[in-house]
C-alpha cells in the first residue's frame, strides 16, 4: 500500500493564489492609468469625437485587445474632454 505524505496546506494556496490574482489587477490597472493619463494630456478639451475613437485605441493597447462600450466609452471620454482626469478604482475588484 501506498501512502503519500504532503504538507500542502489549502488555506495558503487559496491565499497566495488571491494575492497574485490582486497583484495582476493592480499591474493591469497601472497600466490602463498610464494610457488614461496619456490621453488627459493630450486630448483635454479637445471634441469627444476626437477622444473617443484615441480612447478606444489606448484601451485595446493597454488590456491586449480588450473592449470599452458604451456607456463607459462616452462617460470617459466626455471628462476627458471636460479637462476631467479618469481615474481607475480597483479597490471594489478584490478578490
Same mark, same amino acid.
Not at 18 to 27: H, I, S, T
Not at 63 to 79: S, V, W, Y
Given at each position: ?18 494575492? !497574485?490574482?490582486?497583484?495582476? +489587477? #493592480? ?7 498610464? *494610457? ?6 493630450? @486630448? ?5 469625437? !476626437?477622444?473617443?475613437?484615441? +480612447? #478606444? ?7 491586449? *485587445? ?6 463607459? @466609452? ?6 476627458i474632454a471636460?479637462g476631467r ?11
Amino acid at each position: 500500500m501506498f501512502r503519500i505524505e504532503s504538507d500542502f496546506d489549502p488555506r495558503k494556496f487559496e491565499s497566495g493564489l488571491k494575492r !497574485q490574482m490582486n497583484d495582476g +489587477l #493592480q499591474a493591469y490597472a497601472a497600466r490602463l492609468q498610464l *494610457g488614461l493619463d496619456d490621453l488627459h494630456s493630450r @486630448l483635454c478639451g479637445h471634441p469627444i469625437d !476626437q477622444v473617443k475613437p484615441e +480612447l #478606444q485605441s489606448t484601451w485595446r493597447a493597454a488590456t491586449q *485587445g480588450g473592449e470599452i462600450n458604451d456607456p463607459h @466609452l462616452t462617460a470617459f471620454a466626455e471628462a476627458i474632454a471636460e479637462g476631467r482626469r479618469v481615474v481607475l478604482d480597483t479597490s471594489e475588484f478584490r478578490v
